[in-house]
């Protein structure tokens, strides 16, 4: 069974950095492109970033561009999202999911990870 | 690109619920459903327009043409009350896009 397993969500001040980390299992994860989508508190899906299979190619929201990296280690199937310069509007839980194969659609999501930005 | 969704639909049970998602000539890119329920990540219900993916029942089903896309929930259960979410892929801005997202209330 596919299955993605967020972790390091936690409680940062404005400014802060925090990383995240996705791990996957159940697929061939290096040939699938994956993805961070986050969800503010009673607020809808935001799709945060991209990163293809290989991770030389990557895709950000306008709202993160130039403050939250997207990264993968195929040998350690795992998905990270390093952010800095973190604001309060940052707070959401965040999802790392599966981009399916040809389609641009998440097919698989982890149970997400909750970062709380706040002084 | 502005995806819009009504934020709330009721139906009774057994009833048919649908769930609208507007966008400038949506009916030009592939659409995509998402069921959230409470406490839940997202899961996929509806993908390119009309496909279901495996364990999705036949009960949910797709459309899209002009300017609406809309998913269709046949004989409508207690457990289909959730929130639904919209979604296509912008190749002018190179962005996933989210609609707001629906309430669905079973009366």
């Known amino acids: 069974d596919v299955q993605l397993l967020e972790s390091g969500g936690d409680l940062v001040q404005p400014g802060g950095s925090l990383r995240l980390s996705c791990a996957g299992s159940?697929?061939?994860?290096?040939?699938?492109?994956m993805t961070w989508v986050r969800q503010a508190p009673g607020k809808g899906l935001e799709w945060v970033s991209t990163?293809?299979?290989?991770?030389?190619?990557?895709q950000f929201a306008d709202s993160v561009r130039g403050r939250f990296t997207i990264s993968r280690d195929n040998f350690k199937n795992t998905l990270y999202l390093q952010m800095n310069s973190l604001r309060v509007e940052d707070t959401a839980v965040y999802y790392c999911a599966r981009v399916r194969r040809g389609y641009n659609v998440f097919d698989y999501w982890g149970q997400g990870t909750l970062v709380t930005v706040s002084s | 690109y502005v995806l819009t969704q009504p934020p709330s639909v009721s139906v009774a049970p057994g009833q048919t619920a649908r769930i609208t998602c507007g966008g400038n000539?949506?009916?030009?890119?592939?659409v995509h459903w998402y069921q959230q329920k409470p406490g839940q990540a997202p899961v996929l219900v509806v993908y390119d327009d009309t496909d279901r993916p495996s364990g999705i029942p036949e009960r949910f089903s797709g459309s899209n043409s002009g300017n609406t896309a809309t998913l269709t929930i046949s004989r409508v259960e207690a457990g289909d009350e959730a929130d639904y979410y919209c979604q296509v892929w912008d190749t002018s801005s190179d962005h996933y896009v989210f609609g707001a997202g629906t309430k669905v209330t079973v009366l």
């Open positions: 159940g697929f061939s994860f290096s040939t699938y492109a």
């Open positions: 000539n949506i009916g030009g890119k592939t």
């Open positions: 990163t293809s299979g290989s991770g030389a190619v990557t």
